[in-house]
């Protein structure tokens, strides 16, 4: 294990495979991943890209209506300058999920200090998600604020991820519909899964006729196990008086609280 840790440079090649499997839907193999790395990591001392592990394993969580799960990932720190915004964005995820608004804004503004500081990484997350909070707490104009912000910052990396985000944030946050159609064309073509899925919740709530959006939305949630989103977008469907697909019975890889605290003893 210490071999193959130093050959993976800290973990950069682990971060890359968990990235991949959380962009692309492939949730329950990115946390296989990320936690068996993350003990090798942890044994090796290889610490330097733990934080992103643990990171991406809190929002799937969150994302799964797990923050019971996730609340161990409320003190996640990094001690790297460059993963410090997504150590916060995990942060704010999970005080977001238990209801605990303004720490999420302190963990999010937290990062907005370091993208104000020059550390560009990962500063496209914190936006994106501290604009959301800021609608949470009934602040519009603090949101559009952000989301400027958040525009400007994918016009200058370029990136299809970052220009995803700021397109599905200005949909969020100004109700535009053309931007969630160009969100959800940059996330079919880049592979962005989740992504694509809210994209379509927000282009079908917006309109009156967005029944095969809401569809959409429903079954990718669904794949995923993202039972939150899977409601919403269910709510969405039935105040439209549109059918609410049928599910399935409960998807295996999903553990309830009594089984995930064996597995952490286990491990």
Excluded: C
């Amino acid at each position: 294990a210490t071999r193959a840790a130093a050959l993976d440079l800290g973990g950069q090649v682990v971060a890359t495979r968990v990235r991949n499997r959380w962009l692309l839907g492939r949730w329950d193999e990115a946390l296989e991943i990320a936690r068996s790395a993350g003990l090798n990591l942890e044994h090796t001392g290889m610490t330097i890209t733990l934080p992103y592990l643990r990171a991406v394993e809190a929002a799937i969580l969150v994302n799964r209506g797990r923050a019971d799960q996730a609340r161990r990932f409320i003190d996640l720190e990094s001690p790297g300058m460059a993963l410090k915004p997504m150590a916060a964005w995990a942060r704010g995820l999970v005080h977001r999920a238990l209801g605990q608004h303004q720490q999420a804004l302190a963990d999010l503004e937290s990062g907005v200090v370091l993208f104000e500081s020059g550390v560009v990484i990962f500063a496209d997350l914190v936006l994106s998600l501290l604009a959301e909070i800021q609608l949470d707490l009934g602040n519009p104009a603090e949101a559009q604020s952000v989301a400027s912000d958040l525009a400007d910052l994918a016009a200058s990396s370029r990136h299809p991820w970052s220009r995803h985000l700021s397109l599905r944030t200005t949909a969020l946050v100004n109700g535009d519909a053309d931007a969630a159609v160009e969100a959800i064309e940059i996330a079919d073509r880049e592979g962005i899964t989740f992504g694509a899925g809210r994209s379509h919740l927000l282009l079908g709530s917006m309109s009156a006729d967005g029944a095969d959006s809401l569809h959409r939305a429903y079954e990718v949630f669904e794949r995923l196990g993202a039972d939150p989103w899977q409601r919403t977008t269910a709510g969405f469907t039935r105040d439209r008086g549109i059918p609410v697909p049928r599910s399935p019975s409960r998807r295996d890889g999903i553990l309830t609280d009594a089984e995930a605290r064996i597995a952490r003893l286990v491990q």
